[in-house]
């Protein structure tokens, strides 16, 4: 069963997570603030995190930037402000999905589920992306045999350009296919993801060569090798 | 031109100025011109009697000298009309009088005639009025006139006549003839001294109203611009206080009112903020409580087949009426963004027409719903959240009220506006309804709204939303007719709408009936 970190301050909401979770075939580890976190963390190494924002001791974001500085585990955020600055500096301090309280449990479970997913569908062995090596099955990406370290969601969101190299993705497409949003308008969530697996990748994240931006659609991967077009 | 209208219509010291200049000139003209016909009438009046004495004298000495004469003696006689004559050339500056000596027509019927005049002088100049009074009157007589010389110089100048009698009983008229070239040349001087010292005279007055009137203005300009920057926003500006007339009165007055301005100002916007604050927190306080709550409830609600029908049943209605109770929470902190001026436009190209059949498949619209797009793509840059949100308020408005009558989206386009009309025949509304369709928590009916959970403040949203994008939001309505609202929207942001692809009033109207509202009402 994988097991699921909770960390909010708010007790019921904590047990009523847990309970929900348990539920659906969860096990749940639930903290009570932001301090204790990073130990019980390493400790128990959990498949999941779903971490409050406001926390009392150290906040969410930081909670979450300390955990991606060890750690590619999905991390998926709650917020009672869906349209603030808290998400936007959530995702970039590397969360990779968000709930906007009050969220619908079972859309909760269901996000979560698509967090922890290993991709069901044929890995395509040589699957590659510029000077990338793609490794589906170890779930790994290399760039002249140097491992580059991604976490799952940044992975998929690879795979899931480099699929269909000339295929022009739009925003809510990549919601979709990586994140299993039905009708999310929510693009805030794709560009920082991309920006954020842009400074992993690129060689210049300012000037990128492997995801492209395609003005007024969305993205697309760069179908030329080291020296491939840039956009302007 | 325009700058000129602009300063008279914005200033009033070039307003003052000008009316000074105006007016004083027009007095110092007519002032002017009295002044100088009075000195021109004395001067000639003065040159007239003094013309007058030396001729009746000249006509007594002559009129002695020829009566020593006898008319035997004619060298005499030539001797006396030779110094009449000599007068002095007409080519020398200064030419004192002249003089004309003509028989009366009497004696010019006789012979023996004198006739002659100093100077070569035209004799037709005395006229025969002057010449018949001087025959009538034995006083002497005289006349303004032209002396005009053969050599063709002419000269203003006045004429004194007399009578003569040369022995032997000849009458003659002598008529003396003094120039005023000197009087006029003295007018004239005086004439121009007269239009300088005007002017310099306007100048002067204009100068000082100038310099009296700006320092009246000037704290009232300053009034004016402090006041402008006041209304601007910023309430930290005051007048200089000078004095303790009725101007750093008014300056003390105006920064008193100034002072309570900017507190009762930022007594409100405290007030408000503290308001919005309140509101904001509220809504958030109350989303982790309703999580929990949420969760609780669909967990009781997946286990309803255990409970017993009662409280199988609450589950349900708990369910059902959270769901209400967060989509209203969700509205109030939109309204509250709103009000707060928090709420930020995120745009993207968008096809406005894919947006719609996006809606109307999530709404499970029934199938006498039809959309009429454009074959074109309607493109257009808005935030993709907030008009799909419109969308899905208006058309489920419409599938809603129309009775199973029907719904027809229509989307249509011009090179800067996209517009959107949700039409439908079902109850439609009122026209004291129509004026109150985008109030806060507003229902035509409340019985009926209230069963389909809508929180009241769909279309409030709707309406902050769509002027948000700097379009308008109009809706049309009759009473068991059916109701059409019109979304417009600029291509561009920041672009407000000026043409309107789809009129408000449908085709199908039965007759004009317009309720609308759109930015200018707000």
Known sequence: ?232 | MTGLLRSWRRSILFRVSILTIALTSALILVLGTVLSNQITRGVYREKLAASISEADSLVNYTQSQLDATTYRTDIKLKTVLDNLFHVGDVNTNVIQREVILIPTPTTAKKSHLYQGSSNFLDFSIIKDDLRTKVRKHTTIQSQYLTIKYLTGVQLDGIAVGSTIVIPNNQEYEIYYLFPLTQQKQLIGLIGVLLWIFGAILIFLIALITWYVIGRIVRPVREAAEIAEELTAGDLGRRLAVRGEDELGRLALAFNEMAVSLQQQISRLENLSRLQQRFVSDVSHELRTPLTTIRMASQVLYEARQNLDPASSRSAELLIAQIERFETLLTDLLEVSRFDARAAILETHEVNLTSLVRQVVDQLHAPGDLRIEAPDAPANAAVDPRRIERILRNLISNAIDHSEGRGVVIKIAQTDHEVALGVRDYGIGFSGREGERLFDRFWRADPSRSRLRGGTGLGLAIALEDAQLHEGTLKAWGRPRQGAHFVLTLPKSPGIPVSVYPIEVIPEDAPSTTLFEMDSDDI
């Open chain 1, 1 to 232: 069963m994988p097991l699921i970190m909770v960390v909010d301050d708010d007790q019921d909401l904590a047990e009523m997570l847990g309970i929900v979770l348990n539920g659906s075939g969860f096990e749940v580890d639930l903290v009570g603030d932001g301090d204790g976190v990073m130990d019980i963390f390493r400790a128990n190494t959990p498949d999941l995190v779903l971490l409050d924002v406001m926390l009392p001791g150290i906040d969410g974001i930081e909670v979450c930037r300390r955990i991606r500085q060890e750690s590619m585990v999905p991390i998926v955020m709650l917020t009672a402000k869906g349209d603030t600055h808290d998400v936007v500096l959530g995702l970039e301090a590397g969360a990779d999905d968000y709930m906007v309280k009050p969220f619908n449990p079972s859309e909760l479970v269901a996000r979560l589920k698509v967090r922890l997913r290993r991709s069901a569908s044929e890995p395509i062995s040589s699957l590659r992306i510029g000077d990338l090596a793609i490794d589906q099955v170890a779930h790994t990406i290399a760039r002249d045999g140097k491992t580059i370290p991604l976490t799952r969601l940044e992975f998929d969101l690879l795979v899931a350009l480099a699929k269909e190299p000339g295929r022009v993705f739009t925003r809510e497409s990549l919601l979709g296919e990586v994140w299993g949003y039905q009708h999310a308008t929510d693009t805030r969530l794709v560009n920082v993801h991309i920006q954020r697996l842009r400074s992993k990748i690129e060689r210049d994240a300012d000037n990128p060569e492997l995801i492209l931006t395609v003005r007024g659609v969305g993205y697309k991967a760069g179908s030329a090798g080291p020296v491939g077009t840039s956009e302007k």
